[in-house]
């Protein structure tokens, strides 16, 4: 059964950094696109952050997190990470990581995924 475990995430504090994961079992993340998406509150849409292309293919990012968050793959270990660095207040979210339909997706519609992870919140505040 395909399954995706995220980890990670808590309270940090505006500038720090944060790494979280998802561990992917019932097919190789490696060959397949994966995305990070973020919810920033209860009543509001999600939100595209972050893509990796499959095998080992470009990335891509939101505006509002380019340059501060990065994400990569380890085939090996079949999980998917998103470090964040200069974690900003804005960036308070609940965070998935989630396989689009549709290869080289960036969507931000939840529909247009097949499996995410269960989610894991980030919260930033001083």
């Known amino acids: 059964a395909v399954q995706l475990l995220q980890s990670g995430g808590g309270l940090v504090q505006p500038g720090d950094s944060l790494t979280l994961s998802c561990a992917v079992s019932?097919?190789?993340?490696?060959?397949?696109?994966m995305n990070w998406v973020r919810r920033q509150g209860p009543g509001k849409g999600f939100e595209w952050v972050a893509s990796i292309e499959n095998r080992g293919g470009p990335t891509n990012y939101a505006a509002s997190v380019k340059g501060r968050f990065a994400v990569s793959i380890d085939a090996a270990k079949n999980t998917l990470y998103l470090q964040m660095t200069s974690l900003r207040t804005e960036d308070t979210a609940l965070y998935y990581c989630?396989?689009?339909?549709?290869?080289?997706?960036?969507?931000?519609?939840?529909?247009?995924?097949?499996?995410w992870g269960q989610g894991t919140q980030v919260t930033v505040s001083s």
């Open positions: 989630a396989t689009p339909r549709i290869r080289g997706s960036k969507s931000s519609d939840r529909n247009d995924y097949a499996y």
């Open positions: 019932g097919f190789r993340a490696y060959y397949s696109d």
